[in-house]
């Protein structure tokens, strides 16, 4: 099975915010909601790893890292997608998480891609 490395960010993060506007920039248009989704596994020597660092307590760095990189991943995704629909910022970002079943996590970017202009 091959892998493909996540498309690259295609709006400036800056003009990704939680908010519902952009200060110094009007909403001209309403493009319409965008996502990115990401399915992970954990692999085995991953979750040995990280059974072993839970010994020690602490931050378990293995999951961090494979969290941080699928919330990366998801992210660019919804970047790039909003950026083929025409849009140059997404409003009213979120991230929400669910498991599929024992190991196997999908994160999901969503937002609202607008097309906004300097005030």
């Given amino acids: ?10 709006i400036n993060p800056a003009f990704v915010t939680s908010a519902l506007e952009l200060p110094g920039f009007r909403i001209v248009q309403n493009v319409g ?3 990115g989704i ?21 931050d378990i760095t ?3 890292e494979l969290c941080e990189k699928t919330r990366q ?15 140059n910022a997404v409003i009213a970002f979120r ?10 996590t999908e994160v999901l ?3 609202t891609a607008v ?4 005030q």
């Fill in 33 to 35: 909601i965008v996502r």
């Fill in 1 to 10: 099975m091959s892998t493909y490395p996540p498309p690259s960010s295609s």
């Fill in 73 to 87: 991943d998801s992210f660019a995704m919804m970047t790039l997608h909003a950026a083929q629909l025409g849009a």
């Fill in 115 to 118: 097309v906004v202009e300097k």
């Fill in 109 to 111: 970017a969503y937002g």
């Fill in 95 to 104: 991230y929400d998480a669910n498991e599929l079943m024992n190991g196997v």
């Fill in 38 to 58: 990401v399915v992970r596994s954990r692999n085995v020597l991953a979750t040995i790893g990280a059974g072993l660092q839970t010994i020690v307590g602490g």
């Fill in 62 to 64: 293995l999951f961090t």
